[in-house]
């Protein structure tokens, strides 16, 4: 990696720069209120080393809807409670469809491509529901305990609004269940899921919260996981699929695990070095941040700090 730590506060301001003539290419994600509220030209990134050091510039304290950058957790979690007998329902390969499609599922008898589409979250939303007295509870105290901030929450109004509009995913969980993929009944599976979905945090927070991903599975908040190796397996997964649809060109612009949600927010890791977070809500057409993207591809450039 050819970057001196002093350099970033002034490569980060750089990167802000070459990266804000973007507003206005992408649009804010608007199949709900809370979200297409949201003030389009905003953007911020936090970045962690692995020795605990963070630099940020924009707005990276401010608290935004992850999304599905919930589904990195969820995973987490999921293979922390089952270990590998996830992989008995979820598999781990790229769909090349959207997010929320539901062609492959019946295709492929139930078993979603991989546990960051909709229908291998709501897999893996179903295994922590099943394990646990307080599903949501249990996860919102998790991600609060690698990110090391307790007000990591569901914003309820988000959550209201994911529900009443959540058609595809309640077509999804019922397919699902149809299949004799879902152990949970619909209903209390997709609460789950869309109470995370609403999960609000900051750049700093994600910048914390995927510190493990980065470091060998050592979080400075949180002891070491059960599943060996979690963050060799969920980078692989995140630089397969964690930017749908759209993840071969992220790996080749960027060249780095990442994972996206709606809420217009990125996590990325450089194992043994980092993890990022950006937020901006302005998306393309596949779901994720016009800008997000943009600024992990100059930070990899301008730093020669990709995995490749
Ligand atoms: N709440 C959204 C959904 O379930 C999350 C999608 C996303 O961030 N890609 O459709």
């Known amino acids: 990696m050819k970057l001196q730590k002093s350099e970033l506060p002034a490569l980060l301001e750089r990167i802000y720069s070459e990266v804000t003539p973007l507003y206005g290419v992408g649009k804010t994600a608007d199949y709900i209120p809370p979200l297409s509220r949201v003030n389009p030209r905003q953007f911020g990134m936090a970045i962690r080393f692995v020795d605990g050091d963070e630099f940020t510039v924009g707005q990276a304290s401010t608290p935004f809807s992850i999304q599905s950058i919930s589904k990195l957790f969820a995973l987490m979690l999921a293979l922390d409670i089952v270990g590998d007998d996830l992989w ?16 492959q599922l019946e295709n492929e008898n139930g078993i979603p491509r991989n546990p960051f589409i909709n229908a291998g979250a709501i897999v893996v939303t179903d295994t922590i529901v099943n394990h646990s007295a307080s599903p949501v509870k249990r996860l919102e105290q998790f991600m609060a305990s690698l990110s090391g901030n307790v007000f990591n929450r569901y914003d309820p109004e988000v959550y209201v ?57 050592k ?78 591809e100059l930070l990899t450039h301008y730093t020669s700090s990709s995995i490749f």
């Open 219 to 296: 979080s400075s908040f949180r002891t070491q996981f059960h599943g060996e190796r979690m963050d060799k397996r969920v980078n692989a997964l995140m630089l397969t699929c964690g930017l749908y649809d759209a993840a071969g060109n992220f790996a080749y612009q960027v060249g780095l695990p990442a994972k996206s949600g709606v809420g217009g927010g990125i996590v990325a890791v450089l194992p043994g070095y980092f993890s990022v977070a950006v937020w901006s809500p302005e998306l393309d057409n596949y779901g994720n941040s016009v800008l997000g993207q943009k600024a992990l």
């Open 161 to 217: 609004a994911e529900a009443r509009t959540g058609y595809r995913n309640a077509a999804i969980a019922n397919l699902l269940k149809a299949l004799g993929n879902l152990e949970g009944e619909v209903d209390v599976v997709l609460d789950s899921y869309y109470k995370q979905c609403s999960m609000t945090m900051s750049c700093l927070d994600l910048a914390r919260a995927t510190e493990s991903l980065a470091n060998k599975g």
């Open 88 to 103: 008995k329902r979820v598999g781990r390969e790229p769909s090349g469809m959207r997010f929320n499609s539901l062609l």
